[in-house]
Structure formats: C-alpha cells, structure tokens
T-cell receptor
Framework: EDKVVQSPLSLVVHEGDTVTLNCSYE??????LLWYKQEKKAPTFLFML????IEKKSGRLSSILDKKELFSILNITATQTGDSAIYLC???????????FGGGTRLMVKP | DSGVTQTPKHLITATGQRVTLRCSPR?????VYWYQQSLDQGLQFLIQ???????AKGNILERFSAQQFPDLHSELNLSSLELGDSALYFC?????????????FGSGTQLSVL
C-alpha cells in the first residue's frame, strides 16, 4: 500500500526561527512529490519535485528531494506568523494524476 | 483564490440523510478530483473525472457517488450518512488530469453529520 509519512506532526517556533519539515514515502511508480500549504481551508501549491538533488526555492521556502532515500524536506527560513499553517506533502504516481497525501505538519509561528 | 468554487461551505445534517456537494472547476480545467479530509485520516482521494467520464477511483464508499456534467461542474452525492462521514470535502481541478499537473483546490465543504 502506498504510504506518505510526515514529521513532525506539529511544531511551535518563534518568528525568525528556521524550520525543517520532513516527508518520507513508500510508493510504487513514483513520479513526483508536491508540497502544499493549508491555512484556513484550501491547500495551495508550493513546490513540485521530480528530480533528486535539485533544490526548488521560493523566497524563504525551499525544498529538495532524495529519490534514493525516498524523502523530501521543506525548509522555511526566517519564519513569520503568516507561515503558520498545515504543510502537506503528496506523491503523484506514474499513472494518473491523483495525489497520495501525508498527514501533514501543523506549524505555529509565535511572534 | 484558486478559481475552484465549492458550495455549500458548511452542511449540517442527520444520520441516514443524503446530501449533494457541488464543485465548479477553474475555467478551462477538464479534470475534477474529490478528496475527503478528516482529522484521523488526512486527505484521502475519492474519485477523479475527466471531461464527464470517471477516470480514477480511490477510497470512495459505495454510499458515495459522483458525476461530472457537460458544463464540467461536478457533484458528489453522499447517502445513508453516518457520523464518521463528518469531514471536510475538497474538490480540486487540473487542465487535463495528466501526470504532474498541479491540482488547484477549492475551499471545501465542511460536512457535519449529527
């Protein structure tokens, strides 16, 4: 059975801290890994990773994929209160475009 | 705003009842996906439609059904509701539903079964 596991389950930090969120997966026919941010309701797309070792960056957020060890990390530097959200990792398989999601990491950034 | 519209935002109903959730995808998107998010299960894929045809099925119960209409909007029908069906139901859309397309999610329908 395909499995995506995120850690930690939740995290509380102060503004300015750097955080690292983890996502490991065990799936057949892996195609890509995606990160989403879920604030109030709708998950919003952050990154899609398909190749190992290539870092994707968007402002203070960055992510990298290791296809050999089957994991990805999402880094957020200089955290702000607006980064408070649930961060979801999902895997897309070779066939089709439906996503298998991990349970999410709930991040709270305190002022 | 993702461009995916879901109605209603909240729904409160009783066990045994039937409800219909509605989704309008982004303009131009042909593929619609339904997901269920509950506290203990995370986001679970239910079903995907492409241009009116069912394309993929996930962990969708037999009591649940969906369809996509010629105008591309989709409805998810949940019947014989149980307490455990209480969850946030998301619709997402993408252009054609091909591998590696980004999914754009609506704001969800919060279903409470009492």
């Amino acid at each position: 059975e395909d499995k995506v596991v995120q850690s930690p389950l939740s995290l509380v930090v102060h503004e300015g801290d750097t955080v690292t969120l983890n996502c490991s997966y065990e799936v057949t026919n892996f195609r890509s890994l995606l990160w989403y941010k879920q604030e109030k309701k709708a998950p919003t797309f952050l990154f899609m990773l398909t190749s190992s070792g290539i870092e994707k960056k968007s402002g203070r957020l960055s992510s990298i994929l290791d296809k050999k060890e089957l994991f990805s990390i999402l880094n957020i530097t200089a955290t702000q209160t607006g980064d408070s959200a649930i961060y979801l990792c999902a895997v897309a398989l070779y066939a089709g475009n439906m996503l298998t999601f991990g349970g999410g990491t709930r991040l709270m950034v305190k002022p | 705003d993702s461009g995916v519209t879901q109605t209603p935002k909240h729904l409160i109903t009783a066990t045994g009842q039937r409800v219909t959730l509605r989704c309008s995808p982004r303009s131009g998107d042909l593929s619609v996906y339904w997901y269920q998010q509950s506290l203990d299960q995370g986001l679970q894929f239910l079903i995907q439609y492409y241009n009116g045809e069912e394309r993929a099925k996930g962990n969708i119960l037999e009591r649940f059904s969906a369809q996509q209409f010629p105008d591309l909007h989709s409805e998810l029908n949940l019947s014989s509701l149980e307490l455990g069906d209480s969850a946030l139901y998301f619709c997402a859309s993408s252009v054609v539903g091909a591998t590696n397309e980004k999914l754009f999610f609506g704001s969800g329908t919060q279903l409470s079964v009492l």
